[in-house]
């Protein structure tokens, strides 16, 4: 089954970006939902157009990309018969897509990043858009679901939505990167976000490298 990942307008389409490549390289399968508010987020942030028609393409460039803006840092085969069997894509105005139903079957649900709108829509049980949907029917079918907000500050009304979907059951996940394992590039900060984003999940990953009770450990040679 697969895990949905929602991207929404947030800043942050690196963390989308370092998540799906840990999911792909795992062997997982990926529902991709992509927002309207998060294409213009995307093109100001790598410079590239998601399009519909041509999603493989621009979701290949867009993996491939590093969090540095580098183009073609990461190795990413999306072709059919290999990892691009495993993505399948959805129209976040396709409000009868497989995700919109909770007879479809997946493992929970990944919103990366989520921005203060997104945050009160789910909170509040909206479906303006695909991404809205799956995450409530990701709630009421009392599947995984994991928030990963990017904002700051943090007013009280966001909060509130946060406690909210935390008491519906929901990990929210701060996009706040630390600095204990070692982080020598920008990419080491974003790997550590998605990879606590993939903790909550519970899906394997070598994103980052773990506290093991020793101080001075990040600062050493991985």
């Avoid at 991207?7 to 390289?25: E, I, K, Q, W």
């Avoid at 007879?103 to 997104?118: F, R």
């Avoid at 993939?198 to 773990?210: E, F, K, M, T, W």
């Amino acid at each position: 089954m697969p895990w949905i990942v929602g991207v929404s307008g947030a800043s942050g389409t690196p963390y989308a970006a370092a998540v799906l490549r840990a999911l792909l390289a795992g062997g997982e399968s990926v529902d991709l939902v992509v927002s309207r508010a998060s294409r213009l987020t995307l093109l100001d942030e790598t410079g590239i157009s998601f399009r519909d028609a041509h999603w493989r393409e621009d979701l290949r460039e867009w993996l491939a990309r590093g969090a540095d803006g580098k183009p073609d840092t990461f190795d990413v085969d999306l072709e059919p018969g290999g990892d691009g069997d495993r993505v399948r894509y959805w129209n976040a105005g396709d409000l009868a897509a497989g995700p919109s139903s909770g007879s479809y079957q997946v493992q929970g649900m990944l919103i990366v990043p989520a921005s203060t709108a997104c945050v009160a829509g789910v909170a509040l049980g909206l479906s303006k858009d695909l991404l809205q949907r799956a995450a409530s029917v990701t709630l009421k079918e009392r599947r995984t679901l994991v928030v990963a907000v990017r904002e700051t500050p943090l007013n009280g009304q966001t909060l509130r939505h946060l406690v909210a979907l935390d008491d519906a059951g929901a990990s929210v996940v701060p996009a706040s990167p630390a600095f204990y394992a070692g982080a020598t590039h920008i990419q080491d900060l974003v790997d550590f976000v998605a990879g606590r984003v993939l903790d909550a999940a519970g899906v394997a990953h070598g994103l980052y490298r773990r506290w093991e009770g020793e101080l001075g450990g990040g600062s050493r040679p991985a």
